[in-house]
């Protein structure tokens, strides 16, 4: 449960819903298995998994939602294969070139029967609504997969006005100045990696393992190039990967965090839960205002 991701966005209206009204907006749309012709669904399941029933989940006043998704996994190979051997026997039976549209056509029937026989893969994601706060936290890799989660949660509601949260100063500004000098966050440290990119063509350099303002990569700087990924710890809990779109990456949570939801003796799974949502929240508020206070404070969003 503990969040390895983070994509942020700012709440532009206020919560109202209590927990019970939005377990009832999700019933509708709670996710079924794919049938033998579906190639993808989507839906939403209880946080607790097989250990709950509810769909919805809250700790101190913290909402944790879960989205399941099953696809058919079908792969290019193996439609391209069919497809080539389908188009040549047409053409030779025939003796005429199969067109594009008939191509398509011909492609959508081997997808068609081939949907029944075809394995499924499964993922969830996860995330949380701190109405408090006016924030929704995704714990997704990608934007495309935080999008599709909250259009979902946008569907089931009805109506749902957020905006990923920005920063009055660009991230790359901010993590550049932070390699060229020491002028850091008091609680705000680099870590060994960090990506460059050069502003004029399309040169990136990938560094680990490295000291962050070493010569070399000052040199980078000097040449034109500027922080486009970096690793950073905060507070000596939180280790990450900080991005030029604010995405949180790889989160790593250290072993202090872990053994103070271990210290409450969780007696079900359903306490070890709660236990691990309440202080992961409890550390990523901290970590997110921090977060945006080093980047110069929160922008406002366009009118």
Known sequence: MW?????????????TLSPEELHNALEPFTFNPCGSLDPMRYGWVAPLGRHGS????????????????????LPASVINEQLEQKVVALSEAESRK????????LKD??????LPRAFTRTSQDFAYIAPQDDLI???????KRAEDMLSALREALGSLRTLPLTTKNPP??????????DELPQDIQLGDECELKASKDE???????????????ISHLDGGMFANKVAISWNEAIH?????????????????????????????????????????????????????HAFGGEKEPAV
């Open 172 to 181: 790359p500004m901010v993590m550049t100045h932070w390699l060229r000098s």
């Open 137 to 143: 936290v995704v714990n997704a890799s990608s934007a």
């Open 54 to 73: 509810e769909l919805v989940h809250v700790t101190n006043g913290y909402i944790m939602i879960c989205a399941q998704k099953q696809e058919k996994i």
């Open 203 to 217: 040169r990136v350099i990938r560094c680990k393992k490295l000291d962050l303002q070493a010569e070399e990569i």
């Open 109 to 114: 029937e081997i997808i068609f029967s081939l």
């Open 240 to 292: 990450c990967i900080i991005d030029e779109e604010l995405a949180i990456k790889r989160v790593k949570f250290d072993d202090k965090i872990y053994e103070q939801a271990n210290d409450r003796n969780p007696e079900s799974y359903a306490e070890q839960f709660d236990a691990d949502f309440s202080i992961m929240t409890l550390e990523l508020k901290s970590f997110i205002n921090s977060l945006l």
């Open 98 to 105: 199969v067109g594009r549209k008939e191509r398509q056509e």
């Open 3 to 15: 969040f390895k991701n983070l994509r942020l966005y700012r709440l532009t209206e206020k919560w």
